[in-house]
């Protein structure tokens, strides 16, 4: 069974940074892009960053130029740091994978983490 871990949320005042951590588990075949989301309370889920296995990067607006996406494909994980933190990057940051499972299937299927909390508070 594939699972993505995260790690590395918590409490940062503003301007302070933080790295969130991503890891696969389990048995597949590759994994193709890596991804993250975030989730306010009240809010939508949206895509913060997404890393493709070519390592080409896209972000969203609010975030540009403070956040990094990498990725270390031997360890099958993703990162995100996170700096110039402001409070309304406050949200659960989840993790998105797609994973193709089989090598002999064409197919990649969407993975999620059980998210971790980012509370940028003075």
């Known amino acids: 069974q594939v699972q993505l871990v995260e790690s590395g949320g918590g409490l940062v005042q503003p301007g302070g940074s933080l790295r969130l951590s991503c890891a696969a588990s389990?048995?597949?075949?590759?994994?193709?892009?890596m991804g993250w989301y975030r989730q306010a309370p009240g809010q939508e889920r949206e895509l913060v960053a997404i890393?493709?296995?070519?390592?080409?990067?896209n972000y969203a607006n609010s975030v540009k130029g403070r956040f990094t996406i990498s990725r270390n494909n031997a360890k099958n994980t993703a990162y995100l740091q996170m700096n110039s933190l402001k409070p309304e990057d406050t949200a659960v940051y989840f993790c998105?994978?797609?994973?193709?499972?089989?090598?002999?299937?064409?197919?990649?299927?969407?993975?999620w983490g059980q998210g971790t909390q980012v509370t940028v508070s003075s």
């Open positions: 998105n994978a797609k994973i193709r499972k089989l090598a002999f299937v064409v197919r990649f299927d969407d993975y």
């Open positions: 389990g048995l597949f075949f590759r994994i193709d892009a």
């Open positions: 890393i493709t296995s070519g390592d080409n990067t």
